[in-house]
């Protein structure tokens, strides 16, 4: 396991009912590929060794004698492998059979799960062979010439760089008290389940429902394997189901029906599941509470050293997953800001709204939304008063797409020009308007904010901050200018989103405003706080000054939901972004991101309110609580190593 990520495996072999030898065999050669492709955990289906379908063979002197030579066979040819295997097998302890999972590793047998929920309803009727764990006391038996107790006492097997793993079979997970509930608890990260599903319409939907949120129940990693190809189809039909979770979400899949054996992997961040765990205090006040008697089994020092490289698909833009793309995605951000604004208009009893309207991304969402709080509260949308301020730096595309957006949305327009009163505050305060510097661009920023604020009060209603997340996160905002307003309701909508959701915006609105939107959306990024070039276009791109949103909104996302390292985190942007940024540009602006969030932080202390969208906000009195002093150097040093 490097940076946290362990690789695991789940099989599904070919299987001819009955036949031990070559069930065997074609567990053997799966597990020869599993050790060349670096999987450090697999699981087989239940009862791979004999198939699940056996039924009265399971009776059989023959059938069952077979078993202790197949196991040393599996011991023998795994003398040389670091791969953990975990495999199904009926096992006789004193006068019960069970039904077990066997792991095995570097030839060593390391323990038996036995299986505790036996189904014996509809198609499944294992009682008539097999008995269930609770009714089993600890035994000592002898297999593949190796003296190991069998009990229903829970365990925990340990690998040698300190992943803790659980096992479950089959009708296991199905329970309404899961051994996983327990095992989780216990202190496993990830869950191995060996598995006989048949397959009828509508049921493996209804499965990957229930490993779903079992995984993200337990917080855990969940690998998944069920009976394929081979198995007898007499009564039902197996499709062989692979199936690979990391709390919650599926990581990798394989083909049901498929003919030939399948080998799927995934790399699950263990890192990511523990902070989760640890962030989670209901999952740590259950785990307080829950009285454990589980045994810790140690898995085999590894052997083969092997190079660690990242296979797992890492999107590059995290706050927009693949389902931010639909339509009802987009809409549900839209009703969580509209309802936080119609809530406080309600309780302050306001029927108007200030907004600076600069023609950029973020004043365009922030109307947008303003309009649909106002439509939802049956409000008259010219209580939206939406005012231009332009200054030395606005540019005549954003000017009439601000003048062009507000006409369309039927809200009052006011123009308020701040050159001239800007100009006698630098006189004032004995500044050259020549030097283009933070006095300068500063001094904008807050003469539209005392604008707006004045004018809420003119009108009796409140000014609407525009900033978003990644400005916040960056401090990319004036302190008591653009930083400030009475309500921001773009407060935890990162900059990627918020492109998001005018993009989808256009796409639903009229032809004329989505040429508006179209055209917000294509202009840079910019503050437009310093003079335009001599063709008249904007001269000051945030992006070239600050770095690429899309890698700040990456990184902030990491930094905020999982704590990851710097390096981690330089790792994942490596894969997010496949080399469309070199190692020295990541490595440049990663630095950047945390010199910024650290030094920033003063400006969030004191951030207005307004609602949290999505899992992260920098909120004070949410999500992030941090001293305005603490000093960026551990994580500086950890860039610079990189």
Same mark, same amino acid.
């Given at each position: 396991?490097?940076?946290?990520?362990?690789?695991?495996?789940?099989?599904?072999?070919?299987?001819?009912?009955?036949?031990?030898?070559?069930?065997?065999?074609?567990?053997?050669?799966?597990?020869?590929?599993?050790?060349?492709?670096?999987?450090?955990?697999?699981?087989?289906?239940?009862?791979? %060794?004999?198939?699940?379908?056996?039924?009265?063979?399971?009776?059989?002197?023959?059938?069952?004698?077979?078993?202790?030579?197949?196991?040393?066979?599996?011991?023998?040819?795994?003398?040389?492998?670091?791969?953990?295997?975990?495999?199904?097998?009926?096992?006789?302890?004193?006068?019960?059979?069970?039904?077990?999972?066997?792991?095995?590793?570097?030839?060593?047998?390391?323990?038996?799960?036995?299986?505790?929920?036996?189904?014996?309803?509809?198609?499944?009727?294992?009682?008539?062979?097999?008995?269930?764990?609770?009714?089993?006391?600890?035994?000592?038996?002898?297999?593949?010439?190796?003296?190991?107790?069998?009990?229903?006492?829970?365990?925990?097997?340990?690998?040698?760089?300190?992943?803790?793993?659980?096992?479950?079979?089959?009708?296991?997970?199905?329970?309404?008290?899961?051994?996983?509930?327990?095992?989780?608890?216990?202190?496993?990260?990830?869950?191995?389940?060996?598995?006989?599903?048949?397959?009828?319409?509508?049921?493996?939907?209804?499965?990957?429902?229930?490993?779903?949120?079992?995984?993200?129940?337990?917080?855990?990693?969940?690998?998944?394997?069920?009976?394929?190809?081979?198995?007898?189809?007499?009564?039902?039909?197996?499709?062989?189901?692979?199936?690979?979770?990391?709390?919650?979400?599926?990581?990798?899949?394989?083909?049901?029906?498929?003919?030939?054996?399948?080998?799927?992997?995934?790399?699950?961040?263990?890192?990511?599941?523990?902070?989760?765990?640890?962030?989670?205090?209901?999952?740590?006040?259950?785990?307080?509470?829950?009285?454990?008697?589980?045994?810790?089994?140690?898995?085999?020092?590894?052997?083969?050293?092997?190079?660690?490289?990242?296979?797992?698909?890492?999107?590059?833009?995290?706050?927009?997953?693949?389902?931010?793309?639909?339509?009802?995605?987009?809409?549900?951000?839209?009703?969580?800001?509209?309802?936080? %604004?119609?809530?406080?208009?309600?309780?302050?009893?306001?029927?108007?709204?200030?907004?600076?309207?600069?023609?950029?991304?973020?004043?365009?969402?922030?109307?947008?939304?303003?309009?649909?709080?106002?439509? %939802?509260?049956?409000?008259?949308?010219?209580?939206?008063?939406?005012?231009?301020?332009?200054?030395?730096?606005?540019?005549?595309?954003?000017?009439?797409?601000?003048?062009?957006?507000?006409?369309?949305?039927?809200?009052?327009?006011?123009?308020?020009?701040?050159?001239?009163?800007?100009?006698?505050?630098?006189?004032?305060?004995?500044?050259?308007?020549?030097?283009?510097?933070?006095?300068?661009?500063?001094?904008?920023?807050?003469?539209?904010?005392?604008?707006?604020?004045?004018?809420?009060?003119?009108?009796?209603?409140?000014?609407?901050?525009?900033?978003?997340?990644?400005?916040?996160?960056?401090?990319?905002?004036?302190?008591?200018?653009?930083?400030?307003?009475?309500?921001?309701?773009?407060?935890?909508?990162?900059?990627?989103?918020?492109?998001?959701?005018?993009?989808?915006?256009?796409?639903?609105?009229?032809?004329?405003?989505?040429?508006?939107?179209?055209?917000?959306?294509?202009?840079?990024?910019?503050?437009?706080?310093?003079?335009?070039?001599?063709?008249?276009?904007?001269?000051?791109?945030?992006?070239?000054?600050?770095?690429?949103?899309?890698?700040?909104?990456?990184?902030?996302?990491?930094?905020?939901?999982?704590?990851?390292?710097?390096?981690?985190?330089?790792?994942?942007?490596?894969?997010?972004?496949?080399?469309?940024?070199?190692?020295?540009?990541?490595?440049?602006?990663?630095?950047?991101?945390?010199?910024?969030?650290?030094?920033?932080?003063?400006?969030?202390?004191?951030?207005?309110?307004?609602?949290?969208?999505?899992?992260?906000?920098?909120?004070?009195?949410?999500?992030?609580?941090?001293?305005?002093?603490?000093?960026?150097?551990?994580?500086?040093?950890?860039?610079?190593?990189?």
């Amino acid at each position: 396991m490097e940076y946290g990520f362990i690789k695991v495996g789940t099989a599904i072999p070919a299987v001819r009912v009955g036949d031990v030898q070559y069930n065997t065999e074609q567990i053997e050669a799966l597990l020869t590929q599993a050790e060349e492709a670096g999987i450090e955990i697999i699981v087989f289906p239940e009862l791979s %060794l004999t198939g699940y379908t056996c039924q009265d063979l399971f009776r059989q002197r023959s059938l069952l004698e077979t078993i202790d030579a197949a196991v040393t066979h599996l011991l023998q040819s795994t003398l040389q492998k670091d791969v953990i295997a975990i495999v199904g097998a009926p096992l006789e302890v004193g006068n019960l059979l069970l039904n077990c999972a066997i792991i095995v590793q570097q030839g060593k047998l390391l323990g038996i799960v036995p299986k505790t929920y036996l189904p014996n309803y509809n198609e499944f009727y294992e009682k008539r062979w097999f008995t269930s764990s609770q009714s089993l006391r600890p035994t000592t038996i002898r297999l593949a010439g190796t003296a190991i107790e069998v009990s229903a006492q829970p365990k925990l097997f340990e690998t040698a760089q300190g992943v803790k793993f659980g096992i479950e079979i089959c009708e296991d997970v199905w329970a309404p008290t899961p051994p996983s509930n327990h095992l989780t608890l216990a202190g496993a990260d990830l869950i191995f389940n060996l598995s006989a599903t048949d397959e009828l319409v509508g049921k493996h939907a209804y499965l990957k429902s229930l490993l779903a949120q079992q995984s993200a129940r337990t917080i855990s990693g969940y690998v998944y394997s069920s009976c394929g190809f081979g198995e007898s189809t007499q009564d039902v039909v197996y499709g062989g189901n692979a199936l690979i979770y990391e709390n919650g979400t599926l990581l990798s899949e394989g083909q049901r029906f498929a003919l030939s054996p399948q080998l799927v992997t995934a790399q699950i961040d263990v890192e990511r599941i523990r902070y989760d765990r640890c962030n989670n205090t209901t999952f740590a006040t259950a785990q307080f509470h829950e009285v454990s008697e589980t045994a810790i089994v140690p898995c085999c020092p590894l052997k083969n050293f092997k190079p660690f490289h990242l296979e797992r698909c890492v999107p590059s833009a995290p706050f927009i997953p693949e389902a931010m793309a639909t339509e009802s995605a987009c809409e549900e951000v839209f009703h969580i800001q509209t309802m936080g %604004l119609a809530k406080r208009l309600r309780h302050i009893h306001a029927e108007k709204v200030v907004l600076g309207i600069s023609g950029g991304l973020d004043s365009t969402l922030a109307l947008l939304v303003c309009v649909r709080t106002f439509d %939802l509260l049956k409000l008259n949308r010219q209580g939206i008063i939406g005012v231009t301020m332009p200054g030395f730096g606005t540019t005549d595309q954003t000017h009439q797409n601000a003048h062009r957006l507000m006409q369309l949305l039927g809200v009052t327009m006011r123009e308020v020009p701040i050159a001239a009163s800007v100009t006698q505050h630098f006189k004032d305060i004995g500044h050259d308007g020549a030097v283009h510097d933070v006095v300068y661009e500063n001094s904008q920023a807050r003469e539209r904010t005392q604008i707006l604020m004045d004018i809420s009060n003119q009108v009796g209603g409140i000014v609407i901050g525009t900033g978003d997340l990644s400005e916040l996160a960056l401090g990319w905002a004036t302190y008591n200018g653009d930083q400030m307003s009475m309500y921001g309701v773009n407060a935890s909508v990162p900059k990627t989103l918020v492109q998001c959701l005018v993009q989808h915006e256009a796409l639903h609105s009229s032809q004329e405003l989505s040429l508006v939107l179209k055209d917000i959306l294509n202009t840079p990024i910019s503050p437009e706080l310093t003079p335009a070039d001599n063709a008249g276009r904007i001269s000051q791109r945030t992006e070239e000054l600050i770095g690429p949103y899309e890698l700040h909104d990456f990184y902030l996302y990491y930094v905020m939901r999982f704590g990851f390292t710097p390096a981690k985190i330089f790792l994942l942007a490596q894969k997010a972004f496949n080399n469309r940024y070199a190692d020295e540009v990541l490595k440049h602006w990663l630095c950047s991101f945390y010199r910024r969030f650290f030094a920033q932080q003063f400006k969030r202390s004191c951030m207005p309110d307004g609602p949290k969208v999505g899992g992260i906000s920098l909120s004070p009195r949410g999500d992030w609580r941090m001293p305005s002093d603490a000093t960026a150097a551990l994580w500086l040093q950890s860039c610079e190593a990189l």
